[in-house]
């Protein structure tokens, strides 16, 4: 995490740093708030200010604000002030840090703030696949395009792919090119010059050449508007850049990794994004399943979420209940990985007993998880026996047809639920929805999802 401080360092503020980089942030310093705003226009990029709360702290994020800067701010200072360290907060400080620090203390704000601790965690053969594939790729400056479903993970992915690439030494920089207005984006890509347009004060850096030497995260690029891909396209091809009012070009060396939760190739038929432009950013296509097609994750996200939001509310960790995990296994999960964790959050918080039970476990509208048919050793042995009471009557069948009933039969006796069926036959989902669809093509008739009711 990149950190620039803000004020004289001098007695407690420079303890604080100490520690800030023992935490592994990579700290800059800046005496007054004029010098902070500069820096980070020149390019001195930041995930964080922390700022001597004696400073105009308001006046420096009105700053910054005006010239389209956004980096979060945290406020510190010596035998603290009450009402000062309220006046900070107030004027938009996301924390205040009081001096003499607390290792642990500091160690915790940066990490809440920045938010920059989002490991890859994966257990699923059909995530596995997609990992071994972008371990190959990382090392390259290859463009990347990385696809999937809101919520799977697409930028944990690119922050991968950084950290085993060349360049993971230099910047990492992600835009979100769908949180920013249009008439914004260019400016905040490519930088401007003074006067550019009203409000442009003075030459400001953009995020290409921010990342000069490193990586560039081109979130959500379906959303770009159609002439600024026009000007990305060239970036990419001469990497080269157009300040907004500059004269003449200036040279980046970056790699480009672009996410989608769209259909590009759609979206190039229906004339909203260029296909050169689409070409020129897929030359490896990561393509992340959704969550319901990675039911080992679910179980291994879960108990991440459980650990984690326990320790951040000072909770006692707690086991979570095979009910629970059936649960959790069993939901579709539409938002992916993004509504798993909130879920666990949720549950980490309303859980009153020993375990995270099954009802802690709540939708964004309060309901908890459907429950799900039982899959313990008794449920397996029912199905087993069933099974071998099927196998007598296969005689004359053909292999197929076994298949196809062994399937069935099973797929019934979990009462619809695909994932279970799946862990229970030893084939993956994906798999088995290949089959479901090939018997149902032919007009065989399939138990519908947590029904066991056949249909057409």
Same mark, same amino acid.
């Given at each position: 995490?990149?950190l620039?401080?803000?004020?004289?360092?001098?007695?407690?503020?420079?303890?604080a740093?100490? #520690?800030?980089? =023992?935490s592994?942030? *990579?700290?800059?310093?800046?005496?007054?708030?004029?010098?902070?705003? =500069?820096?980070?226009r +020149?390019?001195?990029?930041?995930d964080?200010? #922390?700022? $001597?709360?004696?400073?105009?702290? *308001?006046?420096?994020?009105?700053?910054?604000?005006?010239?389209?800067?956004?980096?979060?701010?945290?406020?510190?200072?010596?035998?603290?002030?009450?009402?000062?360290?309220?006046?900070?907060?107030?004027?938009?400080?996301?924390?205040?840090?009081?001096?003499?620090? =607390?290792?642990?203390?500091?160690?915790?704000?940066?990490?809440?703030?920045?938010?920059?601790?989002?490991?890859?965690?994966?257990?699923?053969?059909?995530?596995?696949?997609?990992?071994?594939?972008? =371990?190959?790729?990382?090392?390259?400056?290859? &463009?990347?395009?990385?696809?999937?479903?809101?919520?799977?993970?697409?930028?944990?992915?690119?922050?991968?792919?950084?950290?085993?690439?060349?360049?993971s030494?230099?910047p990492?920089?992600?835009?979100?090119?769908?949180?920013?207005?249009?008439?914004?984006?260019?400016?905040?890509?490519f930088?401007?010059?003074?006067?550019?347009?009203?409000?442009?004060?003075?030459?400001?850096?953009? +995020?290409?050449?921010?990342? $000069?030497?490193? /990586?560039?995260?081109?979130?959500?690029?379906?959303?770009? $508007?159609a002439?600024?891909?026009?000007k990305?396209?060239?970036?990419?091809?001469?990497?080269?850049?157009?300040?907004?009012?500059?004269?003449? %070009?200036?040279?980046?060396?970056?790699?480009?990794?672009?996410?989608?939760?769209?259909?590009?190739?759609?979206a190039?038929?229906?004339?909203?994004?260029?296909?050169?432009?689409?070409?020129?950013?897929?030359?490896?296509?990561?393509?992340?399943? %959704?969550?319901?097609?990675? %039911?080992?994750?679910i179980?291994?996200?879960?108990?991440?979420?459980?650990?984690?939001?326990?320790?951040?509310?000072?909770?006692?960790?707690?086991?979570?209940s095979?009910?629970?995990?059936?649960?959790l296994?069993?939901?579709?999960?539409?938002?992916?990985?993004?509504?798993?964790?909130?879920?666990?959050?949720?549950?980490?918080?309303?859980s009153?007993?020993?375990?995270? $039970?099954?009802?802690?476990?709540?939708? %964004?509208?309060?309901q908890?998880?459907?429950?799900?048919?039982?899959?313990?050793?008794?449920?397996?042995g029912?199905? &087993?026996?069933?099974?071998?009471?099927?196998?007598?009557?296969?005689?004359?069948?053909?292999?197929?047809?076994?298949?196809?009933?062994?399937?069935?039969d099973?797929? /019934?006796h979990c009462?619809?639920?695909?994932?279970?069926?799946?862990?229970?036959?030893?084939?993956?989902?994906? /798999?088995?929805?290949?089959?479901?669809?090939?018997?149902?093509?032919?007009g065989?008739?399939?138990?519908?999802?947590?029904?066991?009711?056949?249909?057409?």
């Open positions: 995490m990149r620039l401080v803000v004020g004289k360092l001098s007695g407690q503020l420079s303890v740093v100490k #520690m800030a980089m =023992d592994g942030a *990579k700290v800059a310093h800046v005496d007054g708030i004029a010098q902070a705003t =500069d820096a980070l +020149k390019g001195q990029g930041a964080l200010l #922390m700022v $001597d709360y004696e400073l105009d702290i *308001k006046s420096l994020i009105e700053t910054n604000e005006r010239e389209h800067i956004s980096v979060p701010v945290v406020a510190c200072g010596v035998n603290p002030d009450p009402r000062k360290a309220a006046q900070a907060i107030t004027a938009g400080a996301r924390e205040f840090i009081p001096l003499p620090p =607390d290792a642990e203390l500091i160690a915790a704000v940066l990490s809440a703030v920045s938010d920059d601790a989002r490991p890859l965690i994966t257990n699923d053969p059909a995530m596995q696949t997609v990992l071994k594939l972008a =371990d190959q790729v990382a090392g390259s400056d290859a &463009s990347i395009l990385i696809t999937g479903e809101s919520g799977v993970g697409k930028e944990v992915m690119a922050r991968y792919l950084h950290e085993k690439s060349r360049r030494q230099k990492f920089i992600s835009v979100n090119c769908a949180a920013i207005p249009d008439n914004l984006l260019e400016s905040e890509l930088g401007h010059e003074k006067g550019a347009f009203t409000g442009a004060m003075a030459r400001r850096i953009g +995020k290409f050449e921010e990342a $000069d030497g490193g /990586t560039l995260l081109l979130d959500e690029i379906s959303e770009m $508007d002439r600024l891909q026009a990305l396209l060239r970036a990419l091809q001469e990497r080269v850049i157009d300040r907004v009012g500059g004269a003449k %070009p200036v040279p980046v060396n970056i790699r480009v990794l672009a996410t989608s939760n769209r259909n590009l190739a759609q190039v038929k229906e004339g909203t994004f260029r296909e050169d432009l689409l070409y020129r950013l897929n030359v490896i296509n990561l393509a992340i399943p %959704p969550l319901r097609d990675r %039911p080992a994750d179980a291994a996200l879960s108990d991440y979420f459980a650990k984690k939001y326990s320790e951040a509310n000072a909770i006692p960790l707690k086991p979570i095979l009910e629970a995990k059936r649960r296994q069993a939901h579709p999960w539409p938002g992916n990985v993004r509504e798993l964790e909130n879920a666990m959050h949720r549950a980490v918080l309303l009153a007993g020993a375990e995270i $039970d099954a009802d802690s476990i709540r939708l %964004p509208d309060g908890p998880l459907n429950p799900v048919a039982p899959i313990g050793m008794d449920y397996v029912r199905v &087993s026996l069933a099974a071998e009471s099927a196998a007598r009557t296969f005689v004359g069948s053909t292999v197929a047809q076994v298949e196809q009933k062994l399937i069935l099973t797929l /019934t009462l619809g639920n695909r994932t279970h069926a799946a862990n229970i036959l030893g084939i993956s989902i994906r /798999t088995l929805r290949n089959k479901l669809k090939e018997y149902s093509d032919s065989v008739a399939i138990p519908a999802p947590q029904s066991g009711a056949a249909v057409a």
